[in-house]
């Protein structure tokens, strides 16, 4: 009795499908909106951000938002047709980091206020260039379409 093995044949029908990619802008962007949420949790430690004497707490803005903004981003680039609906909330997040020392009355002589509304503009410029390639790659597969 022999043992032997045979090679198992490819395919035509996959074989001849190219893997689905996605384009290189959505791919930076995404990456730059984690290293912005990834910023954005480590700034108030790494920074030493001053306590406010009306009793908020504006690292506390800088760690959810950034913790936000990781968990988005890193989803969005794991399946970005699946979740376009992450980009307003990536959007959202950012345009309210831009804004909150306005609003929240950051204290002008800490890190606070510059930390935040650049971190939260990258996070703005990113969702708005990945959303620019989610047009450009046209509308997205449903579910029954995949082979």
Do not use: K
């Amino acid at each position: 009795m022999s043992w032997t093995t045979r090679r198992a044949e490819p395919r035509s029908d996959t074989a001849a499908q190219p893997a689905p990619t996605t384009p290189a802008i959505a791919h930076g962007a995404a990456v730059a909106s984690f290293l912005a949420g990834l910023w954005l949790v480590m700034a108030p430690f790494a920074l030493r951000y001053q306590s406010a004497e009306d009793g908020f707490d504006r690292h506390w803005t800088s760690v959810l938002a950034g913790s936000v903004v990781l968990v988005c981003s890193l989803v969005h680039a794991m399946a970005p047709r699946e979740t376009p609906w992450l980009l307003p909330v990536l959007f959202a997040v950012g345009a309210w980091l831009v804004v909150a020392p306005l609003v929240t009355r950051y204290p002008v002589a800490g890190h606070a206020a510059a930390n935040d509304s650049v971190t939260g503009a990258v996070v703005v410029l990113a969702t708005l260039s990945s959303a620019a390639a989610a047009l450009r790659r046209g509308p997205r597969l449903r579910l029954r379409d995949r082979p």
